[in-house]
């Protein structure tokens, strides 16, 4: 008996992932996939290959279709998402300027985003719903321009990871509103790109036909090329939608959009977030996303790095992976013996300038306890993040979901519970992202929205741990309030 197959592909900050699930009982039946190297660049650049993009998805894509083998004919449409802003800049053949795309981490417009959130920011938190930073397509455009890296006139159209993958895939450009808001560039009142984000960077010739335009997440926006199939060994024509940046697809696919729930993802970046009705005046978050629905709204409270911080250790210090990082660190008791992590390790905003380091560094500390002062660190940074939203009601109480990488570990599921001291949803699925992208292609061709349930568990905080948690999460805190005076001397050059 035929059964449907849609496939969600997932581009995130440091890998790209293709995973096929079945209709009806939401099982993956083939998944593939592998890091993106970056290329590392002073002053904090962060940027990815063309090659290294075209070569991971046709891989990736490839790979799924042989694993499906004879099913691959019950693949009825493909979705894509993946992290937001950064760069993906095109030229007038559609070819992505200088080979190279920027991604969300690249810090090289630290300085800049902060200069002009002194001038502007709460005037363009109050149109698009979030203050400058150094990640978005605006700042990193401006400072590529201001560098001389790129000429006026050279970018013709500016597109999200996500919609990059669906251009290669299908020759057509579109994005969705969600994507353009989390980069500061869609106005939340009109749910149109924003004048004065692009004013604001200096960059108004963007705004006249560069930008692609708007649709729904869940529509179809073109059919795949048959030279992109014959490579991928998937058949031709088959209908490409646009799915959300990779936080809403994630909502999505585990249904905490419909809840009210909200999710904190363990990922590259330190991403909370609840789907909430709009508000006004508008709660004081981190940022505020008009992904479509006008009376709903994405509220975020969010850090430049999460599982970043573990991935930098198990490099800095050659642990085989980030998962030994983890295991490492349970070998030693919450706290680390009194040494601190700042798990600003791709930088910050809140304290304004916070960079990333270790506090109370002595002479009996080891690796294990390093690592276990980075868990401690990146679990509790989630936790403030969270009960900052809640703080302004929203939220349902008491739950929470965790997704993303970090999620797969059970133990860090339940130090985040333990720190929230209530239980929390563990969507250990990782592909969460992939699976919110097939979802909507689904939706895409007329297929329901349960099409494509995803397996979750319920982590129970630790009874032992939860006063020691209160404890921890209080000196955390007040840690990162002692040190903003540090960071912004840092900022200013290291003068007081």
Same mark, same amino acid.
């Given at each position: 008996?035929?059964?449907?197959?849609?496939?969600?592909?997932?581009?995130?900050?440091?890998?790209?992932?293709?995973?096929?699930?079945?209709?009806?009982?939401?099982?993956?039946?083939?998944?593939?996939?592998?890091?993106?190297?970056?290329?590392?660049?002073?002053?904090?650049?962060?940027?990815?290959?063309?090659?290294?993009?075209?070569?991971?998805?046709?891989?990736?894509?490839?790979?799924?279709?042989?694993?499906?083998?004879?099913?691959?004919?019950?693949?009825?449409?493909?979705?894509?998402?993946?992290?937001?802003?950064?760069?993906?800049?095109?030229?007038?053949?559609?070819?992505?300027?200088?080979?190279?795309?920027?991604?969300?981490?690249?810090?090289?417009?630290?300085?800049?985003?902060?200069?002009?959130?002194?001038?502007?920011?709460?005037?363009?938190?109050?149109d698009v719903g979030c203050q400058?930073?150094?990640?978005?397509?605006?700042?990193?455009?401006?400072?590529?321009?201001?560098?001389?890296?790129?000429?006026?006139?050279?970018?013709?159209?500016?597109?999200?990871?996500?919609?990059?993958?669906?251009?290669?895939?299908?020759?057509?450009?579109?994005?969705?509103?969600?994507?353009?808001?989390?980069?500061?560039?869609?106005?939340?009142?009109?749910?149109?790109?924003?004048?004065?984000?692009?004013?604001?960077?200096?960059?108004?010739?963007?705004?006249?036909?560069?930008?692609?335009?708007?649709?729904?997440?869940?529509?179809?926006?073109?059919?795949?090329?048959?030279?992109?199939?014959?490579?991928?060994?998937?058949?031709?024509?088959?209908?490409?939608?646009?799915?959300?940046?990779?936080?809403?697809?994630?909502?999505?696919?585990?249904?905490?959009?419909q809840r009210g729930q909200a999710?904190?993802?363990?990922?590259?970046?330190?991403?909370?977030?609840?789907?909430?009705?709009?508000?006004?005046?508008?709660?004081?978050?981190?940022?505020?996303?008009?992904?479509?629905?006008?009376?709903?709204?994405?509220?975020?409270?969010?850090?430049?790095?999460?599982?970043?911080?573990?991935?930098?250790?198990?490099?800095?210090?050659?642990?085989?992976?980030?998962?030994?990082?983890?295991?490492?660190?349970?070998?030693?008791?919450?706290?680390?013996?009194?040494?601190?992590?700042?798990?600003?390790?791709?930088?910050?905003?809140?304290?304004?300038?916070?960079?990333?380091?270790?506090?109370?560094?002595?002479?009996?500390?080891?690796?294990? #306890?390093? %690592?276990? @002062? *980075?868990?401690?660190?990146?679990? $509790? =940074?989630? !936790?403030?993040?969270?009960?900052?939203?809640? +703080?302004?009601?929203?939220?349902?109480?008491?739950?929470?979901?965790?997704?993303?990488?970090?999620?797969?570990?059970?133990?860090?599921?339940?130090?985040?519970?333990?720190?929230?001291?209530?239980?929390?949803?563990?969507?250990?699925?990782?592909?969460?992202?992939?699976?919110?992208?097939?979802? #909507?292609? %689904?939706? @895409? *061709?007329?297929?329901?929205?349960? $099409? =494509?349930? !995803?397996?979750?568990?319920?982590?129970?905080? +630790?009874?032992?741990?939860?006063?020691?948690?209160?404890?921890?999460?209080?000196?955390?805190?007040?840690?990162?309030?002692?040190?903003?005076?540090?960071?912004?001397?840092?900022?200013?050059?290291?003068?007081?």
């Amino acid at each position: 008996m035929r059964t449907d197959i849609f496939i969600g592909i997932d581009m995130g900050s440091t890998g790209l992932k293709a995973v096929a699930f079945e209709a009806g009982s939401g099982a993956t039946v083939a998944a593939a996939g592998g890091p993106l190297p970056h290329i590392r660049l002073p002053g904090g650049g962060c940027e990815l290959a063309d090659l290294a993009i075209r070569e991971a998805l046709i891989e990736a894509l490839r790979s799924v279709s042989q694993q499906l083998g004879p099913r691959v004919g019950e693949v009825r449409a493909l979705g894509c998402t993946g992290h937001g802003a950064g760069l993906y800049a095109l030229g007038a053949q559609g070819e992505l300027l200088r080979g190279r795309a920027v991604a969300s981490t690249d810090q090289r417009a630290a300085a800049r985003a902060r200069a002009l959130a002194q001038r502007h920011g709460p005037v363009l938190f109050e149109d698009v719903g979030c203050q400058p930073w150094s990640g978005q397509p605006g700042m990193v455009a401006a400072e590529l321009l201001g560098s001389g890296a790129l000429r006026r006139g050279e970018i013709r159209h500016l597109l999200f990871a996500k919609d990059y993958l669906a251009f290669l895939l299908t020759g057509e450009m579109a994005s969705d509103a969600s994507d353009a808001s989390t980069a500061g560039l869609l106005s939340l009142a009109t749910g149109q790109w924003s004048p004065l984000a692009f004013e604001a960077a200096g960059l108004t010739e963007l705004a006249a036909d560069a930008l692609p335009p708007l649709v729904p997440s869940g529509t179809v926006i073109g059919r795949l090329r048959p030279a992109q199939a014959a490579d991928c060994g998937l058949p031709a024509g088959l209908p490409v939608a646009a799915s959300a940046i990779d936080l809403l697809a994630s909502l999505v696919a585990v249904g905490a959009h419909q809840r009210g729930q909200a999710v904190a993802v363990l990922g590259t970046w330190c991403v909370n977030a609840v789907v909430a009705q709009a508000r006004e005046p508008k709660p004081p978050v981190g940022a505020i996303v008009n992904f479509g629905p006008g009376d709903q709204r994405l509220y975020l409270e969010n850090s430049p790095s999460s599982m970043a911080n573990i991935a930098w250790l198990a490099r800095t210090l050659q642990f085989p992976s980030a998962a030994a990082v983890v295991e490492c660190a349970m070998t030693v008791p919450l706290g680390a013996e009194g040494l601190r992590f700042v798990p600003f390790i791709n930088g910050g905003s809140a304290p304004p300038g916070a960079t990333a380091g270790f506090i109370g560094l002595a002479g009996h500390h080891e690796r294990a #306890h390093m %690592a276990r @002062a *980075v868990v401690d660190a990146v679990v $509790a =940074l989630h !936790a403030q993040h969270l009960s900052r939203l809640a +703080s302004f009601g929203l939220g349902a109480p008491g739950r929470v979901a965790a997704l993303g990488g970090g999620a797969r570990d059970a133990r860090l599921v339940q130090l985040l519970a333990s720190m929230l001291g209530h239980a929390v949803e563990r969507c250990g699925d990782d592909e969460t992202g992939a699976r919110g992208a097939a979802l #909507h292609a %689904a939706q @895409a *061709v007329g297929a329901p929205p349960e $099409a =494509l349930p !995803a397996p979750s568990d319920l982590v129970e905080p +630790s009874l032992r741990d939860l006063p020691a948690c209160v404890d921890f999460r209080t000196g955390f805190a007040a840690l990162l309030d002692n040190l903003a005076p540090a960071f912004a001397q840092l900022a200013a050059g290291g003068r007081p």
